[in-house]
């Protein structure tokens, strides 16, 4: 039998034996007091990792639809901005091209957002906001609080992408006023691709469109989710929802504040092996952003393609993620977020080391050593 690869990717991650477990059983059906009760069981955890007392509701559909459904329901012939450093905050203005009007306030991959040009937008009647808080393709933290402190004072609506820092980040949806959230399963939730999480606070009902999409249609969620049993408009992805339910429960076990600290404890320990190394970390920070504690992106070194570097950790029985768009060749990513901790990092960070050494680089110093300091 030939072994799994470990997936130290920013999704999909690795899915807990418990979890794959829940899937794997007869039909239930979706109308029933069993499907009504793994849905709110979902919404009872989720509300905890957003941060929030909004509605919440789980949607059939990756990270993507949750967030065709933020700027379907919200943005619709609004005014919106959509802040951009990396592939996520390019999508969403994308998103919003297909529905309205919007402006993009582009920076670089990687460097900070532009929060003046984004202030001169909300003077001139911007009404919503759009934002990824951990951009995935780039390695960096964007800042929410303020971003959500300067939508409140020009009274737009904030969506925020939580897709990759929801479940392993801290995130606090109510007190930094975002309005709408959204995380996907197969990230730092640590189940399998296909669903979607969104929260919607009060302010973004009292605007929400006229015109609303169909199938993604939240009012329709709203209804729905007020049956008894709690219900979808429209049959959902139920094997999913199971293993979702399954997900939260080993949440709620590890416990919120501990999973937190392990997914920065896992970032802490790559940055150390990347300084060890002497490679630089892609993002530029700075006061407000920050690197990412769910997935490191990392300067690939003179003298080594991304195809050899990859390629060899992947002969290693291991992979690791590359750069997007204009970043591919230029950057490696390392995933490590959802259930994985020590052991999977160590052996990552090892095959790199090895890799590095075997393509002729040589690395200052031992990042295994110098991660294993921060993960002992
Ligand atoms: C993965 C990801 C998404 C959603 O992608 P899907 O492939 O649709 O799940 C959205 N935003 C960010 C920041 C992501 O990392």
Redesign the pocket.
Known sequence: MEKEPLLML??PVPVPERVRAAMVRQAINHRGAEFGAAYAACVATLKKLFGTNNDLFVISG????G?EAAVGNFGRNRKMVSLINGK?GE?LWKIGERYGNVTAVPSDWGTPLNLAALESALEEGAEVVTM?H???SAGIRNPAQEVGRMTRKYDALFIM?G??SIGGDLVEVDKWGVDVAIV?S??CLAAP?GL?ALSVSRRAWERIGKELPYYLDLAAYRKNAANSPMETPYTPAVPLFLALKEACAIIEEEGIENRVHRHRQMARAVRAAAGAWGLPLFPKTDAVHAYSETVSAICIPEGISDKDLRGTVKKLGIEIAGGQDHLKGKIFRIGHMGAVGAPELIATLGAVQYTLRKCGLKPQDDGVMAACEVLG
């Open positions: 920013p999704g990756s990270g993507t639809a967030m996520f999508r990824v951990n951009e995935t992408d897709v990759t996907g197969q990230k691709a979607a």
